[in-house]
């Protein structure tokens, strides 16, 4: 499976929606969809069923499936905006929204520093 960077840093081809969107047999893939809306509505206060749970073949790809979620991202949409292969590249980096995200998300935070040329 290859590496797929998304705009905010996070990686793609690690997400359990976009795993579950490759998982070839029915029944696993049905259970991790639930599993997905369980973990959505517990740990995020999202209320997503397990059919809510679209296909997803992962942030940057164009004319793709796409997460509801990632469809309506505000770094995606900006950093697609803007025409940026990810945030690390706009001169704003990080704006407040990316800011606040990367808070919980240390290792987007490291990949999109490392991309920086400045480092930072």
């Known amino acids: 499976?290859?590496?797929i960077l998304a705009?905010?840093?996070?990686?793609?081809?690690?997400?359990?929606i976009y795993l579950?969107?490759?998982?070839?047999d029915a029944g696993a893939q049905a259970r991790m969809r639930a599993e997905i809306a369980?973990?959505?509505r517990e740990q995020y206060g999202l209320a997503y069923s397990p059919q809510d749970i679209t296909?997803?073949?992962?942030c940057p790809g164009e004319g793709q499936r796409l997460f509801v979620a990632c469809s309506a991202c505000k770094m995606r949409n900006c950093a697609r905006a803007r025409?940026?292969?990810?945030?690390?590249s706009c001169p704003e980096y990080p704006c407040p929204d990316l800011r606040a995200f990367l808070e919980s998300e240390p290792e987007a935070r490291r990949r999109l520093d490392a991309l920086r040329p400045d480092g930072v």
């Open 1 to 3: 499976m290859s590496e």
């Open 7 to 16: 705009y905010c840093g996070l990686l793609c081809h690690t997400c359990q």
């Open 20 to 24: 579950a969107t490759r998982e070839e």
């Open 38 to 40: 369980r973990v959505c």
């Open 55 to 58: 296909d997803c073949d992962g």
């Open 83 to 88: 025409g940026l292969e990810t945030c690390a």
